[in-house]
């Protein structure tokens, strides 16, 4: 984990209210993994008070640069989609656990909902380098809600109103892939809202051929380095409570309890 101050290179919309920040980083960066996140400090130190959390869309060493894929929510977001390049801005990161590469034998399985693409287009490159073409699976609201350019050809798109792909949820997607696939061994990755990952979790039980599915969750952060417990979920441990930003944000689905959720 390192304190830095990066460069904004480019700052623009992507898809509706959907933003993709990329950064130059300096020389002696850490290497950030698909999964971890960063916070950044955005208007001065008083408002907003709190850093915010983004996970990593990209890190490329070859050429120093990172980004993020962001969405317009709030007061920060707003005042972060307002820098220009060149302007700077002061990130803390790579934090929490990645996501674990794939088994060997197995077909990656990646499903994206919303704004929870970015990491898992990170997690896509990763997985490439490794000769392996992961399958991806996005859903969205609809169309206008999706960042085309940033998305690998073969993508298969469920939107809730059908303006693009499969009518339907990303678990249509997933009969439609597990139907065209047969018996693989599927390992799957998921970042999205609650709703979704605890139905992609629901349906990896019921499949043979599921053995493994891990999600990224996201919870509202204030420290984000594991000392202010405002982040715990409830998990199926002895200990009953995780701190998302230490112990994940990339968990076992099997440990989360989704009762709750
Ligand atoms: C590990 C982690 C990774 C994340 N990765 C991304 C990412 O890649 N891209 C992205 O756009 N966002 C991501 N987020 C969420 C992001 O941190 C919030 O959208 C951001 O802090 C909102 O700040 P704001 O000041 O614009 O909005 P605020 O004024 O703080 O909030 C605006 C609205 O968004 C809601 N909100 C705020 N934070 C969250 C949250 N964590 N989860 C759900 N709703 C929230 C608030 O309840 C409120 O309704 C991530 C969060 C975590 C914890
Ligand atoms: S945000 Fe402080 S412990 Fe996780």
Known sequence: MQNLEVTIKRN??????????????????????????LTLRIGDHISPLLRRPFAYASYSRSSNCASI?????????????????????????????????????TQPVLIAGGIGIGPMLFLYHSICQTGIIPRMIIGARSQSKIPMDLLPEQAIICTDDGSSGIKGTV?????????????????????????????????????????????????????????????VMRVNHEKQYARVCIDGPVFDSTLIAWQGL
């Open 171 to 231: 678990i249509n997607g997933l009969a439609q892939l597990s139907g065209s696939i047969g018996d693989t061994t599927l390992e799957m990755f998921a970042c999205g809202p609650n709703a979704m990952m605890k139905a992609v979790h629901l349906w990896s039980q019921q499949q043979q051929t599921v053995p493994r599915l891990y999600v990224s969750m996201e919870q509202t952060m204030a420290c984000a380095v594991g000392a202010c417990m405002g982040c």
């Open 12 to 37: 623009s919309e992507m898809a509706d209210n959907y933003c993709l920040l990329e950064f130059s980083l300096p020389d002696h960066a850490e290497q950030a993994l698909a999964g971890q996140f």
């Open 69 to 105: 894929l962001y969405e317009r929510r709030g007061r920060s977001t707003h005042m972060l989609s307002g820098m220009r390049p060149g302007d700077t801005i002061d990130l803390i990161g790579p934090l929490g656990k990645p996501f674990p590469l794939p088994h060997d034998g």
